[in-house]
């Protein structure tokens, strides 16, 4: 299964929560209405703003998907080599 980097800008989250709409099991909201990162629902290690987590091709459409719909362009995603994804 391909790995993906997920990154939030927290300085650009305006708490939309679009994103956790699309993909409740990667992105959820903090008291300060920041989205934060889950690894299936889980938060090994806490809250953080960077995770990167092994995904199903399904999986990675839809985190692609919920990125996108990011009015702020605030949500990163990049491949196992590093490359950046989205936002091209």
Known sequence: MPRITIKV??????GAASCVTVAPETFRLNDENKAYVLDHGQ???GPTYERTIEVSEEEKENILLSAQSCP???VSIFDEAGEQIYPA
């Open 72 to 74: 702020t362009l605030a």
């Open 43 to 45: 938060e090994p290690g």
């Open 9 to 14: 800008d927290k300085d650009l989250c305006i």
